[in-house]
Every structure is written in structure tokens, then in C-alpha cells.
DNA sequence: AATGAATGAGTATTCATTCAT
DNA sequence: CATGAATGAATACTCATTCAT
């Protein structure tokens, strides 16, 4: 699947009518290029369009304000990143059908779906990262997206993994705390804060899930 | 030490002929608190000269440019980022004088460490959390620092304690990033993303020790 | 008569064989609506289409310009303004048949049918008070329109009276200035101006008669 | 008294320690006479600053808005066409003192007064007239000036001379609308609608104060 | 040293008009 | 005939920076 596709499929979503033309494609593309290299505020209405070549007056045809471009390049993006389709086929396995995967299992799938996703939208990454702490309507959306899809299920897991005995009585959301700031933190240092040095994606995603397994498992 | 004695501390550094001035540190407030509100691109130089009480004309006379300024206030920052004073004395106290610290004395003091100065320094974090993406000079100014004052010394110590035995036999570099992501990773989750929530600190800190410990440790 | 069929007989004026269509009424009512809420130059042919129910091409399909729609809808008003139809039958009346109207009567008759074509024509005269101050064409045309069917008949018919010693011998064009400003200011007045207010539209009208009466009959 | 030293009178009161700067005078000069040329709506900020002379900043840092500045030049106006300074003068004269003023003198001196203000003015005029239709606040402001200074005290006036039998016994209210009127019906035309045409004006004042007079005196 | 008025390039946004469908 | 996407020039307004006082 091509870039523009991959993209195309994104901005779709939800106004399934609506189609997007090839001329807002290349605006998404600009922008989301620009506004990842020099941020929201820093990036320009004029160099976006000609970055895709169309006039300035254009973007403003597609979307009412810069701001409004911004939004509608994050808000499907946003959540996608805080917990993957997948979660609900393995939410089901775990939960519902207790098939008898190990916690190491879901961390390893959980830790492969993030990789791919966060390799695939980098850019988009670069930018919620950056604006989410100057836009609160943006946190908000963040934060929502993330209690409604993610934190709740998070708990119904670990609980049960605990209750299972495969992992360390501590407090709940301390044990995802540190699930999940070691998968990002791993993600965001490979592909965010040091993506030009050389990275054996296979061993360190291995020791990452080490880490994570020797750091929460009963002794 | 109230606020602005520490602030002139840090920015006296490196300068000390030239004094700086009481305008000169309430330019740097305003600048600190404006810059981490809305990010150096979207903050104005005018309404930084407002909040400190000062004419607009007289930032100029401190700093040629209003990147100037960031960087005076960036600058001083970035080694103290980077590792502590202390560390000194750690490293001497083990690789040199071979007293006996176990490895997870030396994380928590580390963890200490870093803890207390992003507590105290969490404004100027955040602009250099947000900056750093987009001028490659402080990404530049960053990287050296931290290879020049930590990676090496860090390096050191982890090959120290894996010889002994006290940690597990992988890669040198994994063990630093897992480390610092961690440690980081709370921080940044604990003052920067959710500080509002309620924290009980001692608590998350010996968790966290304990984390990285069970994680690296031999068995 | 509804609106729309009395809108469209002006309009269709002077180009019999080019039928008006639907759509071009709609976008004149529209037009007509806009600028005389908020004048020409403040209205966007896109609110105009918005409200005419068509695409923003449309407009320019039937009018080369949006100042072009200003002059469609303007002209054919212009000369309505200037003199009534009614003009030329009591001209006749008066100059040729010598009928003994007496010159209340002709003031009454031109008050009532000027009283009626504002009352009909409110929005349309807004523009053109607005607008002729901006456009010299249009303030041309107007001129002509007045000189040529108002003017030239106005001062025929004071002499006449002027002659009969109906009325007092100043300037005929003062008499005709004086006549013109106090029905004219009555009419803006009432129509324009505070509109808002009751008024008591019959007693009025016979003061405004009985005052330019009496401000101009002899002793 | 040179036209700049007049304009500087009437924009300095009511702010006397606010100095109104050379600049500040060109771009009243400039905004005066490309909004009375143009309109509000179709004069651009850059026009303006290039007559006066400055850059188009240099009008912003005087004047938040384009607004501001229309309201700047026209609010010190407003007051004074509604009402004479001098009027207070004549009310006490007529009303209090009970001096022996004709009602004709009255009207000689209100029609006097307003001359020179509106020849003195007409710039200003013109933009009053043509905006007070589109700004509301601004329609607001001239009424209650307009109710305050003006109408309660020609009520006064009005009833004192009919109550004296020396003006008819019609509504006083309409008495002041055709007095107000004719005289700003003449005014109107003989500055601002065609003011290139030759005007006799003590012959045409002298006929307007006769119309007056006997459009109201008994008999 | 400090001020703040002045600058002018740059910003997001609007709008009349064109033209391929 | 009608549409509406596309244009690009123009708009009001902002802002870092300069400089005379």
C-alpha cells in the first residue's frame, strides 16, 4: 500500500461520503510534513502550499483555519496511537475465551503492533507529541481517547495476570506506568529522538520485552 | 534559596564578570514562564516584556535576537540535564575509591537525583523538551553534553557492575537506555504529562527502583 | 402582486426578450437583502449566493461583475426614484390640459405616490442613498435621470404656479430644493432613519403638506 | 487656525496628557479623507498609511483595530452635530433669562451655527452619514447623544414659543422633524450632494429661515 | 542603560473571479 | 446552463528588531 494510499485510508475515516481529493492529499502530506519539522506555530500556511503545490487560498477552502488543518490531521490519528484494533482480538483471547496466552505473550504482541505503528507515522507522532502540550482541547481528546480505549482494558489485563500469578502484587497503574513508558520510551528514542544511529530493532525489542517480563514477574 | 538567587546561579555560569542585571532576571522569568506556556515559536517578545515589566526594547539590549535569549536560557541547562554534580562523587566513590555501593544504591541515587532537579526545574524542562525537536543546534548542543559528561561515565559504571556480576550480560548500551527511559519516564509522566493527578512519590520511586533492578538483575 | 413578480417586473425592464430566470430573482432578492444590510463593499458574492440558494458561479454566469449585479439592481431604480410614472399625467393635467389642480393637490400627489414607492422600495433605496456617494457612474446616471425627467418638469410646473400667484416668487430652484428636502427628509425620516418609531403616517403626511403650504403660499 | 491645528483640537479632548503625536495627526488626516473618499469598507489600512506617510504598522500600534480608528475620528463628532455648544447659550437666554429672542432668531441661529460646523466638517459628516447605517454601536451612541443633548431641550424651545402663540399648535415633535429637516436637508445638499454646484448661501439661508417661519407661524 | 515609537516583512484569512466538468 | 473547486491578489493585523531620545 502506497503512501498516499496509507494516507488517504487515515484522513477517510468517519466521513466515509465525503471524498478527499487528490489536491487535499497533497495539502495532509505537506502539512503534516512541515508541521513536523518546525512545529504548528513555527510552520507557515504559505510554505504548505507550496510545498503542495496548490494556491494558499485552496487549504483554506478544505479547512476553515490552520488550526482546523491541524486538528484534521490528528484527531483520527489520535486514537490509533493509544491502543491498537488488535487490543480488542487479544482483549478477547485473554479475557473472554482465556485462551492460555502468557503475559510475555501480550507484551510481545502489544510491543510488535506499537513498533509498526509507530514506524509507519513517525511524522504524525513528531507532531501530537509536540502540540499536544499547547493545545488542551487536543489533551482533552488525548486523555479521552485514552481512558475510554485503552486504560480501562489495561486494568482488566494486568489484574487478571496478577490474579494468575504471573506478575508482582504492585499497584495497577503503577504496573502499566511502567509498561508503557518502557515500550515508548523504547519507541520514541528509536524512532523520534535517535533514528539516525544504527538499531538491531529485533534484539532490543527482545530485551525490551526481557525487561519488562524480569521487572514485573513473581521473582 | 528563593527562586531568583537560583535563577542567577544558573545564569550567571560561565559569565561571572558580567553581572546580571535585576531587569536582566526578570526577563529571563517572564521568558522561562512564557516560552513553557506556549512554546518559543508562539510567544512574543512583546508580551515577554510586558510580563517582566520591561520596554520592549530593552530584551534587545540583552539579547541580539529572540533565539538569543532561548539559547541563554537553554544553554546553561542542557549540561545540568544531562547528569548531576553528583555524579562526580559516585563515580569516584565506585569506580575510583571501590567503595562498596551495591548497583541499586547507585540507581537510587540517581533516581534522587534527577527527581529533585526536574522538581525544581520543570518549566525550563519543558521548553527544552519542546525546542530540541526543532533547532538542531541544541540537538547538537544536547548530544555532546550527554556523550562528553554521562554516556561515557555511564558506560563505565554498568561495565563495572556487570563485571562484578550484579547486573545481566547484555549489551552495555541497552542496559543505559532502558535505565534512563525509565527513570525519565516517570519524571516526565510525573511532572510534565500528568502532574495534576495525584502522586505518592515515595512510593512510585521505590517501585521504580525496584523495576529497573528485577528487570537487570542476574535472576 | 407577490414580491417576486414585482421584483421581476422591474428587472425585466428594458431587456424584454432576455427572460429573467428563477434563479437570477433569487440571487437579486439575495443581493438586494445584503447590500442593504451591509453595503457593498462589506458583502461577499459568496454570502449572496449562500443565500440565493446557488453556486458562487452563478452569480457570475448572469453578471460579469459583482459590481455589474450593484448596476443591474440600481438602473432600473434610478429613474423610478427621480418621478413617478403619475408624473406625466398630472403634467399634462396641470401644463397641458390646464386642469385646475391647485397646488396642494400636486404636492399631496406627489407626497402620496412618493410615500408608497418608498415604502415599497426601502431596501433598494438604501443602497442607492449608500452607494451613490462611492460611485461616480451611478451618480451620474442619477443626475441625468433627475435633470432630464424631474428637473426640467419641476420648474415648469412651480412657474406655472409661481405665474398663477399661488405661490411666492423666490428662485423657482429654491422653491423646488425646499419642496424636494422636506418630503424627501419626511420620507428617510420615516423609512430609514428611525423606522423603529410609530408613527401616525396620515397626520403626518397632511402636516408635511400643510407646512410646505404654508412655508410657501403667498401671505 | 490651520486645518491640522483644528483636527488636533478635536482628537485631543477628553485625553489632555495623551499627547497625539505628528504621526498620529497624518493618519487622522489621511483615514478622514480616504474613508469620507471610499467608505469604510472599501479603504484598506495600507491606503491610509501610505498617504500619511507612515508604515502600516506604525497605524496599528496607534489604533488596535481598523475600527478603533474609524471610531477614534468619528466618536468626538458625534456630539458635536447634534448640538451646538451655543445652544446652552441660547437656551439660557430663552428658557431662563426669558430675553426676548423671536423664535425666527432662534432658528437664524441654529442654522448658522450648524453652517459652519458643517462646512468646517464635511469630511467627517460624510462618514458619519454613510456608517452610522452598518455600525450599530455607532447608531447607538449618536441617539443618545442625540436624546440627551439635543431633543429634550428643543422640546423645551418649542413648547416655550407655542405656549407664547408664536409657532402653530401642531405635535411638537413634528414641529422638530420638519425644523431639523429642512435645515439638514439643506445643509446636506449644499455641502455634501452637490456642493459643486453655485450656491448663493446668504440668499438660500435667508429663503430657508423665510420657508421655515411661515411653514410654521400662525397664520 | 533604558525606553518605546517606528518599521516592514510576514501571517492567516477572505474574496471576486475563472473554468473544467 | 449550473456548478463548485481552484486561484492569487488583497486584507487587517502581528512581530522581531532598530534607533533616536
Not at 490552520?66 to 482480538?89: C, E, G, M, N, Q
Amino acid at each position: 500500500m502506497s503512501e498516499q494510499e496509507w494516507l488517504k485510508e487515515i484522513f477517510e475515516q468517519g466521513k466515509k461520503d465525503q471524498k478527499v481529493s487528490e489536491k487535499q492529499i497533497k495539502i495532509i502530506e505537506a502539512a503534516v510534513e512541515i508541521f513536523s519539522e518546525k512545529g504548528y506555530a513555527a510552520a507557515s500556511t504559505s510554505e504548505i502550499a507550496k510545498k503542495a503545490g496548490v494556491a494558499e487560498g485552496t487549504i483554506f477552502r478544505h479547512y476553515r483555519t490552520k488550526k482546523d488543518l491541524l486538528y484534521s490531521i490528528i484527531t483520527p490519528t489520535l486514537l490509533k496511537i493509544v491502543f491498537p484494533v488488535v487490543a480488542k482480538t487479544f482483549i478477547k483471547q485473554v479475557l473472554v475465551k482465556h485462551e492460555d496466552l502468557s503475559f510475555d505473550e501480550i507484551i510481545r504482541k502489544m510491543l510488535f503492533n506499537r513498533y509498526n505503528f509507530v514506524k509507519n507515522n513517525t511524522p504524525l507522532l513528531k507532531i501530537i507529541l509536540q502540540e499536544i502540550a499547547f493545545h488542551d482541547e487536543m489533551k482533552m481528546q488525548f486523555q479521552e481517547a485514552f481512558m475510554d480505549h485503552a486504560y480501562n482494558k489495561l486494568i482488566e489485563v494486568v489484574e487478571y495476570y496478577q490474579a494468575k500469578g504471573e506478575i508482582i502484587d504492585i499497584p495497577t497503574k503503577s504496573v502499566i506506568r511502567m509498561v508503557v513508558t518502557t515500550i515508548f520510551g523504547f519507541l520514541i528514542m528509536r524512532f523520534i529522538i535517535v533514528p539516525e544511529s544504527e538499531w538491531n530493532d529485533e534484539e532490543e525489542i527482545e530485551l525490551t520485552i526481557q525487561f519488562i517480563m524480569n521487572g514485573l514477574s513473581k521473582k
